[in-house]
């Protein structure tokens, strides 16, 4: 069955450090993939994607992904965290049957 | 300004009363989609539609039902609510073809069912 799987359910970092959340998914062939950023109480809002070609895309807030078809990842980085990226972040995949699939959610929370 | 609207956005109700959460887009999106929130599982998928009049069901459609009759509203509805479907519920829409998948959510409606 198809999946998307986020490994650590809270990571906590100091503010200036980097940052890695990880993102595996289990597809039969390459999906459309997607991270997003959602802040307490709030929607979700889209921070990049991944269609095809380059694997190392860049997003927005200073956020990149590295897509790896070796590994089935999509791990999302930041060089240097700020307080303000403290929120839950969603790694998710569609193929092209249009179902959606969302992986459980990393919650970052980022110390002073 | 682009948008996908959710309401209410706050619902309390009770035991087996119907309700129906709406969903609009301004965006003339062909694919519109509802997911539940429950803390630890993430979003999952109730119900998606690929253009009016087709609908399919996701990862958890038991207990839903929905209905595309215009592209720019896709009404979520529960007929007979239960307390297992108390959650926060988005709203979202999309563009179709490739390279053009980027779903914009609404803003969310949380319902409590008692």
């Known amino acids: 069955a198809q999946s998307v799987t986020q490994p650590d359910i809270h990571i906590t970092v100091s503010e200036g450090a980097s940052l890695e959340l990880r993102c595996n998914y289990s597809?039969?062939?390459?999906?459309?993939l997607f991270w997003y950023v959602q802040s307490p109480g709030q929607g979700l809002q889209l921070l990049l994607k991944?269609?095809?070609?380059?694997?190392l895309v860049q997003g927005i807030k200073g956020f990149e992904a590295e897509f790896k078809r070796s590994q089935s990842s999509f791990n999302l980085r930041k060089p240097s965290v700020h307080w303000s990226d403290a929120a839950e972040y969603f790694c998710?995949?569609?193929?092209?049957?249009?179902?959606?699939?969302f992986g459980t959610g990393t919650r970052l929370k980022v110390l002073a | 300004e682009a948008q996908v609207t959710q309401n209410p956005r706050y619902l309390i109700t009770v035991t087996g009363k119907k309700l129906t959460v709406t969903c609009s887009q301004n965006?003339?999106?062909?694919?519109m989609s509802w997911y539940r929130q429950d803390p630890g599982l993430g979003l999952r998928q109730i119900y998606y539609?690929?253009?009016?009049?087709?609908?399919d069901k996701g990862d958890v459609p038991e207990g839903y039902k929905v209905s595309r009759k215009e592209k720019r509203n896709f009404p979520l509805i529960l007929e007979s609510p239960s307390p297992n479907q108390t959650s926060l519920y988005f709203c979202?829409?999309?563009?179709?073809?490739?390279?053009?998948?980027?779903?914009?959510f609404g803003a969310g409606t949380r319902l409590s069912v008692l």
């Open positions: 979202a829409s999309s563009s179709m073809g490739q390279g053009k998948n980027i779903q914009y």
């Open positions: 597809y039969g062939a390459t999906p459309y």
């Open positions: 991944y269609f095809s070609g380059d694997t």
């Open positions: 998710a995949a569609v193929s092209g049957t249009y179902k959606y699939i």
């Open positions: 965006m003339n999106h062909e694919y």
């Open positions: 539609s690929m253009n009016v009049e087709v609908t």
